[in-house]
């Protein structure tokens, strides 16, 4: 059975308050981090409780799911942005479902969400995805082509790149999770840093940290963790 309104909250309120938590540690502003709803695999209740709660968006992982689930919410100020691997056949159907699409790691995709973007007569948010931790199992572009890859992606005139994202590697045992999170978050806040200089452009986005590692990605500078299963509890 799927938890109920009051469940959520406070859970909610629980990461919440990890976040401030963390954010007072680094020295930030809690409000600089946004909390993003991953409401993958759940139903349509987890986006409707996430904009009672005044969350901006939910993130989905399959295009397909949010295109069956999106219509049914009556929110219509909630954005949906999609956090998981996307192929570039589904790229116009990502383009008309999504208000932004966090992961784009190749020029291939680049293309069709711009070809895409434009006959829907509009400009799409995306953010490039980046392997910074060199994991074989993950997507996302490796750190030496994100330069060449922002660049070509700034050239696209439908598509607006608001930043970076990326995925830290699993552990075998909880040190080594929070060493390969530490290391990820800080090669991808350095690689922004690099590129935002380089070439010009804020890149003012870091959707890094989910429900397991929010800690250390804030402290590496997140501007947006992805939770889910801490909100909604076991897929």
């Keep these: 059975m799927f938890i109920d309104y009051e469940e959520f909250v406070r859970r909610a309120d629980s990461v919440r308050t990890q976040i401030a938590t963390a954010c007072i540690a680094a020295g930030r502003d809690p409000a600089s981090v946004e909390l993003l709803a991953v409401t993958k695999t759940h ?13 901006r968006a939910v993130g989905e992982n399959r295009v397909q799911e949010a295109a069956e689930k999106r219509p049914l919410c009556t929110a219509p100020a909630l954005q949906w942005e999609l956090i998981g691997h996307l192929q570039s056949n589904k790229a116009k159907l990502a383009a008309t479902h999504f208000d932004r699409v966090q992961s784009v790691d190749s020029e291939k995709l680049l293309n069709h969400l711009d070809r895409a973007a434009a006959e829907l007569g509009k ?19 490796e750190l030496e082509d994100a330069p060449r890859l922002l660049e070509l992606a700034l050239s696209k005139k439908n598509l607006h790149i608001e930043g970076l994202m990326t995925i830290a590697p699993l552990g075998t045992t909880p040190a080594e999770a929070a060493d390969h999170a530490q290391r990820t978050f800080t090669q991808l806040r350095t690689l922004r840093d690099d590129l935002a200089s380089r070439f010009q452009t804020p890149l003012s986005e870091l959707s890094m940290g989910m429900s397991s590692d929010l800690t250390p ?7 947006q963790v992805r939770v889910g299963s801490a909100l909604y509890g076991a897929r």
Excluded: C, E, M, W
């Design 217 to 223: 990605a804030i402290a590496a500078g997140s501007t």
């Design 123 to 141: 400009i799409l948010p995306v953010l490039l995805q980046i392997n910074a931790g060199r994991d074989p199992a993950k997507f996302g572009a």
């Design 43 to 55: 139903p349509i209740d987890a986006a409707h409780y996430a904009a009672r709660y005044g969350l």
